[in-house]
């Protein structure tokens, strides 16, 4: 599944109009968390980070925003940490949840295809799209996923950050 055969979709969960965009600047990004964990990223250079070189420690502001998920094989993917404006923001409080194309749950099943595409990508990707629920307005935000990798150049997680955009 090609990412830019993919950039729009209409969906029929909390998410709607969701555009996908890989990133090559932090200057292509609107929010200032997002901005924040792209540039730690870039830091690294040519080897991109590993999951033990993020330390949410260095980083308690953005503690809120942050989810964090392994790779378990190239098509599974476990939910280990989600932060509470990231729960309160996709209306579900994401730990502990293992996604794949073939999970019960559609939102599990569309976010799997989407790790998908990224394990492709090798590189940090931007969502900017809106979030309905019945008990309150559509919310606009912006999130990054970066991979970390293990020595060998494998995927092994994502971070990410995911935050409103205020109006």
Same mark, same amino acid.
């Given at each position: 599944m090609? @990412?830019?055969? *993919?950039?729009?979709?209409?969906?029929?969960?909390?998410? =709607?109009?969701?555009?996908?965009? %890989?990133?090559?600047?932090?200057?292509? @990004? =609107?929010?200032? *968390?997002?901005?924040?964990?792209?540039?730690?990223? *870039?830091? #690294?250079?040519?080897? +991109? %980070?590993?999951?033990?070189? #993020?330390?949410?420690? *260095?980083? %308690?502001? @953005?503690? %809120?925003?942050?989810? @964090?998920?392994?790779?378990?094989? +190239?098509?599974?993917?476990?939910?280990?940490?989600?932060g509470e404006e990231v729960g309160r923001l996709v209306g579900r409080a994401y730990r502990m949840v293992e996604m794949s194309p073939t999970s019960d749950v559609m939102e599990d099943r569309l976010l799997a295809d989407y790790l998908i595409m990224l394990m492709d990508l090798k590189g940090p990707c931007t969502c900017r799209g809106s979030l309905k629920f019945f008990d309150r307005d559509f919310s606009l935000f912006e999130s990054l996923d970066v991979p970390l990798m293990d020595e060998d150049g494998n995927i092994t997680h994502f971070l990410g950050v995911l935050d409103e955009i205020k109006r």
């Open positions: 090609d @990412l830019s055969s *993919k950039l729009v979709s209409d969906r029929e969960d909390n998410f =709607h109009s969701i555009e996908r965009k %890989p990133l090559n600047s932090v200057d292509e @990004l =609107h929010l200032e *968390k997002t901005s924040e964990l792209l540039s730690w990223w *870039k830091s #690294f250079g040519a080897t +991109p %980070p590993t999951r033990s070189d #993020f330390d949410i420690i *260095k980083f %308690p502001h @953005l503690a %809120p925003n942050i989810y @964090l998920i392994e790779v378990i094989s +190239p098509t599974r993917f476990l939910y280990r940490l989600c």
